[in-house]
């Protein structure tokens, strides 16, 4: 006799579902679950199902057989051979005395059984005298319904052999149930993986080697262009679609993968109809199992991967030709700035003020993009260092040579008010304060003003030019194409500053 996928005996006979004791609420809730998971209730007559219930109304002499599936309410009749009604009430039906006893009903003479003796399908149509139910067991061992014949008339008991042979019916019947199950599961598989490629942005495909034809999957309508069904059916259409300038490439390694029977992996880029150049990227490998003329692989877009990475390739260049900026303007502060030093302290005091200017710079540009900084943030960075700073004036981006010569000249300029300016006293201060002219003045300028006031020690130029100015003023007129004047008023010096208006609001 068949057995059900899924059933183990205990030690009574009776089956257990997955080898579990359920409850009977339980129980009933698996087996609704699983009668779901069929989706074969209220669906339309299937040959396979009618062939087997003609055989065995055949082969057991009877009137009716029937393929009974019960849900909540009702018994419904998914082939029905010899029985015009499609369904029953569950509470009167034969069927569920099949599943709560779990095990074939036979009844020879229902009019002695006090169960159905008064039930509308004894005393009415079809007027049911013997019945042989035998349990429908999904692959857990649910059971979901019956295989049975009825007959009008009474009849012997069936034999052992007999019931055996109900049985494997009714496990032909739940294989062919299962067959539907396990094709829908794979659709439904099917669908979701497409959902995903198409949510994922990946296009699958397979490339027969011999024809050339091309079957695609996913999101190649996102990838290749809305026309891909036709356009790329075939290899010819591929490569027609790819970048002048990478077929010959891609035509290579295709032809070395197929020659080798290796993996298959490079990038290209295509013309895409509706969103213009694409890089796509490509993994693939043959079909050895099944079929080793067959190429079945993956594309993705790429374009944004290497967006970035020119972007960081680009950023990396610039970097390293700022650094090596920074490398010399150093080297040319140590070399010069010997000269100038009176003594070994004076020499160190002198470079650590300038190295400290220009890592105010650097600090500017690490907060921004790396190519500019805002005089804002510059001179927050100058009055950290020289609290009695005050400033005002419109926020610049300045590019980074700009940046490094301003924040040498404010380093200078502070550190010799604090020697010999308004610094150098407790009530002395500094105000800065610059404008830019409006676009279309002819020449427009960027004005800067150094004000010190409170100034204790001698007012007047130095009696010879320091190296300091020196940088200053090579700061100003060549690096920054402007010019500097200074001149000493009885409250300090005073600083004016002029440069062509390059520099863009930040």
């Not at 009749?77 to 509470?91: I, N």
């Not at 075939?234 to 891609?250: K, N, S, T």
């Not at 895409?272 to 993994?283: D, N």
């Not at 010799?416 to 002219?437: C, F, I, M, P, R």
Request: include cysteine.
């Amino acid at each position: 006799m068949a057995e059900r996928p899924g059933a183990v005996r205990g030690s009574e006979g009776r089956h257990l579902i997955d080898g579990a004791d359920l409850d009977p609420a339980q129980t009933e809730r698996l087996r609704l679950t699983t009668l779901r998971e069929y989706r074969i209730m209220d669906t339309a007559p299937e040959e396979g199902f009618d062939r087997v219930t003609k055989m065995v109304a055949d082969l057991f002499d009877a009137p009716i057989a029937l393929v009974s599936l019960v849900d909540d309410c009702r018994q419904w009749f998914k082939s029905s051979y010899g029985l015009d009604t499609p369904e029953t009430p569950r509470d009167i039906s034969f069927c569920q005395y099949v599943l709560t006893e779990d095990k074939p009903v036979i009844v020879v003479d229902v009019l002695g059984d006090e169960r159905f003796r008064d039930n509308p399908l004894v005393t009415g149509d079809p007027f049911i005298r013997f019945y042989a139910g035998v349990p429908l067991r999904a692959y857990n061992g649910a059971i979901l319904g019956t295989l049975c014949v009825i007959d009008r008339k009474e009849r012997a008991v069936l034999a052992e052999r007999e019931v055996a042979r109900l049985e494997d019916f009714a496990a032909i019947i739940m294989a062919e149930a299962d067959i539907r199950r396990i094709a829908a599961e794979r659709d439904d598989a099917r669908q979701t993986l497409e959902r995903a490629l198409d949510f994922s942005g990946i296009a699958t495909w397979r490339y027969d080697a011999r024809t050339g034809a091309i079957e695609w999957r996913g999101a190649v309508a996102e990838l290749w262009g809305a026309d891909f069904e036709t356009a790329l059916a075939h290899i010819d259409g591929f490569f027609d679609r790819l970048h002048p300038d990478d077929r010959e490439a891609v035509r290579t390694v295709l032809d070395g993968s197929i020659s080798n029977g290796t993996h298959y992996a490079t990038e290209y880029r295509i013309e895409h109809p509706e969103r213009g150049v694409r890089w796509i990227a490509v993994r693939a490998d043959w079909d050895v199992r099944s079929d080793d003329a067959i190429l079945t692989g993956i594309s993705t877009d790429i374009t944004e991967q290497k967006s970035r990475q020119e972007n960081a390739n680009l950023l990396m260049r610039e970097l390293h030709h700022r650094m090596r900026n920074l490398f010399a303007t150093v080297s040319a502060i140590i070399s010069l700035t010997r000269h100038a030093a009176t003594d070994v302290d004076d020499y160190v005091e002198r470079i650590s003020g300038r190295l400290d200017a220009l890592n105010r710079a650097q600090n500017v540009l690490l907060g921004a993009n790396f190519m500019t900084g805002s005089m804002h943030a510059l001179l927050r960075e100058v009055e950290a260092a020289f609290p009695r700073i005050r400033w005002s004036g419109p926020d610049l981006l300045l590019p980074e040579n700009a940046l490094v010569a301003m924040a040498l000249v404010f380093n200078e300029l502070a550190t010799n008010a604090v020697k010999h300016g308004a610094l150098s006293g407790a009530s002395g201060d500094v105000d800065v304060q610059w404008t830019q002219d409006p676009e279309g003045d002819a020449p427009r300028l960027f004005r800067l003003t150094w004000t010190e006031t409170g100034n204790h020690g001698p007012i007047g130029p130095p009696e010879k030019t320091s190296f300091g100015t020196l940088l200053m003023e090579r700061s100003v007129r060549n690096n920054l194409g402007g010019t500097i004047e200074r001149h000493w008023e009885p409250t300090g010096l005073v600083l004016d500053i002029s440069l062509p208006a390059r520099w863009r609001d930040a």
